[in-house]
């Protein structure tokens, strides 16, 4: 099994984890205001401070959780609760350590007097191109983030990264204009802003990656034929009367079409 396939188990395997241990919690309230009456939760509660003030909350929930039961309600940081969309970078300190630590609030699990607080966004250097005009080398990299020459390899932005990737390395892939490998090892960020918030060189490494990924993408894979084939069909019009049918359909009609469609098998 190769190094990423290891990670990806051993990722399910933490979350199927914290599921089950969120299945065994009480669920918390939506908002304090909105919520309806529920049962108070049984089980054990510790302490957690979110944003200075301390909260009781059920002892084995994630980081979201126990904000949602501290009375709060997202408006902003919370978006798939799995993991996946990166909206939910938070920073936490446990007592008796000096350490910043990191993570997402909806995969990690509250730890007794967790000092915590989320960075939904983080404010980042954002090159603005055209990417059929920019050409896959170092040149464009240089060009749009000339920060990423500062880089001191101190690999912080690896350790503080939730998706275990080598940051640092699709950094320095980057720097030597080796866009492929930065592509590739930046394949599974999610822009979650965390390795970039513990930067000493202040680079944004997310969006070098998807720089990279762009340019890869864009001017050096090799097309694909059944994708061109498809587009070619569109703008034929073969799907225009499906189109024209769709458009009339009622939600549980659509609803039976959807579960009904064609499906390629796995
Ligand atoms: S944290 Fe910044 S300086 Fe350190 S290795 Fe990563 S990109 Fe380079
Ligand atoms: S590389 Fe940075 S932005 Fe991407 S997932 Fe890792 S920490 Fe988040
Ligand atoms: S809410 Fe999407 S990653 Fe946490």
Redesign the pocket.
Same mark, same amino acid.
């Given at each position: 099994m190769n190094k990423e396939r290891k990670v990806a188990k051993k990722k399910g395997k933490e979350k199927e984890e914290k599921v089950k241990q969120e299945k065994a919690s009480p669920k918390p309230e939506e908002s304090k205001k909105e919520a309806a009456p529920q049962q108070e939760p049984k089980g054990e509660f510790i302490p957690i401070y979110f944003m200075g003030k301390k909260y009781m909350v059920p002892a084995t929930v994630t980081i979201m959780k126990a904000i949602e039961y501290a009375g709060y309600r997202f408006i902003r940081g919370c978006g798939c609760r799995g993991g996946i969309c990166g909206a939910c970078g938070t920073v936490y300190r446990l007592p008796g350590s000096y350490k910043i630590n990191v993570g997402l609030a909806c995969q990690t699990v509250i730890e007794p007097d967790m000092y915590l607080t989320q960075i939904p966004f983080f404010p980042a250097n954002k090159a603005r191109y055209d990417i059929d005009e920019e050409k896959a080398d170092i040149s464009t990299i240089l060009d749009k983030y000339p920060e %990423?020459a500062?880089?001191?390899?101190?690999? @912080?932005? @690896?350790k503080?990264c939730p998706q275990d990737l080598e940051?640092?390395d699709y950094?320095?892939a980057a720097l030597q204009g080796n866009i492929e490998r930065a592509a590739k090892l930046s394949f599974e960020c999610i822009m979650c802003g965390l390795?970039?918030s513990?930067?000493?060189?202040? %680079?944004v490494?997310y969006n070098i990656g998807i720089l990279c990924r762009r340019l890869y993408s864009k001017h050096m894979m090799k097309k694909a034929q059944h994708l061109s084939d498809r587009l070619k069909e569109i703008d034929e019009g073969k799907f225009d009367g499906d189109m024209e049918k769709m458009k009339k359909m009622g939600t549980e009609e659509l609803e039976k079409a959807y579960a009904e469609r064609d499906i390629e098998p796995v």
């Open positions: %990423i500062r880089c001191v390899s101190c690999n @912080t932005c @690896t503080a940051v640092m950094v320095q390795c970039a513990r930067c000493p060189a202040e %680079i490494q």
